[in-house]
């Protein structure tokens, strides 16, 4: 990896990154001994997984990286967020944060509403 140019903590990543997808997608396996010695198989499994990886950055760079979510507050439409979904391990957190925060003020607002229009006061409410 630190022959094709990575840095030190990028081919350390990629190597860990690698050597995880070998494991998860049982990749060992294809291994045809009687064609190529399990070096050269590792060596064209990391090329190809090297290019992926520089497809799937690219990719990420022109936006394929984000995810759109919508926050229902009783069958209405409460808002729309979009967050990249790459480096970073919180953004379900925030969708769920902010939405929770709409609709507490929505159903605060509501509620005021609901206080001013009992005491004939809603001309003032939706001032």
Do not use: P
Not at 96 to 101: E, N
Request: charged share 30%.
């Amino acid at each position: 990896m630190r022959r094709r140019g990575y840095t030190v903590h990028d081919a350390q990543d990629l190597t860990q990154s690698f050597f995880a997808y070998l494991i998860e997608h049982k990749i060992y396996a294809r291994v045809d001994r009687r064609r190529a010695g399990f070096r050269s198989f590792l060596l064209a499994s990391m090329k190809n997984f090297l290019a992926h990886a520089s497809e799937r950055e690219r990719t990420l760079k022109r936006g394929g990286g984000q995810i759109f979510f919508l926050c229902m507050k009783s069958g209405s439409k409460c808002g729309v967020a979009f967050f990249k979904t790459h480096g970073s391990t919180s953004s379900e957190d925030r969708v769920f944060d902010r939405c929770w925060a709409a609709a507490l003020v929505n159903a605060g607002l509501e509620r005021l509403g609901a206080d001013y229009k009992g005491e004939s006061k809603e001309n003032l409410f939706k001032e």
